[in-house]
């Protein structure tokens, strides 16, 4: 018998906190099965097994990071908007391991809910770049470029690449203010375009 309250949000939620637990690759059902005190068939009415697991929780992580990424940047243009930006996904990641490592698979190009549901973050990247007057055509060169630089550095965060004494936050911010100067200057940048 199902256990009282399961919902797919519920089921979804608690997925999502065991992979942040354990690792992404640690997701069966079986194990959330456990963790719920229920048998594993019964999560079947919940989700459409564990690709169906797995995208829930991606779209339930990466809304979650759009949230915030928007809270950052909301008051906020330019230089200050990017920095707020920067330091919310890198919190988010450090945060929500397991979660962060479910967004970083494009959806299938046939999944309109997922892809619709990804693209919230990189619209709020792109306001901000606005600010910095990047013109449309450049925008998903810059945003590959900045998301690359952050995944890569919360990447070797996270799995222990910094084993040099100084401090990480100091590199972050590092990083963040090369952006902002390389952003002023950047290929393409519709010099005539006011900062929004």
């Known amino acids: 018998m199902p256990r009282a309250g ?18 992404f690759d640690s997701l069966s059902l079986a194990a959330l099965a456990k963790r719920l005190g229920v048998a594993t068939p019964s999560l079947y009415k919940h ?5 169906g697991l797995r995208r829930e929780v991606s779209l339930l992580a990466v809304g979650e990071l759009a949230e915030r990424l928007r809270s950052a940047a909301t008051g906020r243009s330019g230089p200050g908007a990017l920095r707020e930006v920067f330091d919310a996904y ?42 910095f007057a990047i013109p449309e055509r450049q925008m998903v060169h810059t945003i590959r470029a900045l998301r690359s630089a952050v995944h890569g550095f919360v990447d070797l965060e996270t799995h222990g690449g910094f084993g040099l004494p100084e401090d990480v936050d100091e590199s972050y911010a590092v990083m963040v203010e090369g952006f902002v100067r390389a952003l002023e200057n950047w290929p393409g940048r519709d010099e005539g375009a006011r900062e929004i």
């Open 6 to 23: 399961l919902t797919p949000v519920v089921v979804t939620a608690e997925a999502a906190s065991l992979i942040d637990e354990r690792g």
């Open 90 to 131: 890198r919190r988010y990641a450090l945060e929500y391991p397991g979660r962060y490592v479910s967004i970083q698979r494009a959806p299938a190009p046939t999944d309109t809910e997922a892809r619709a549901t990804f693209a919230r973050p990189v619209e709020v990247i792109a306001a901000v770049l606005r600010g």
């Open 47 to 51: 989700v459409d097994g564990l690709d």
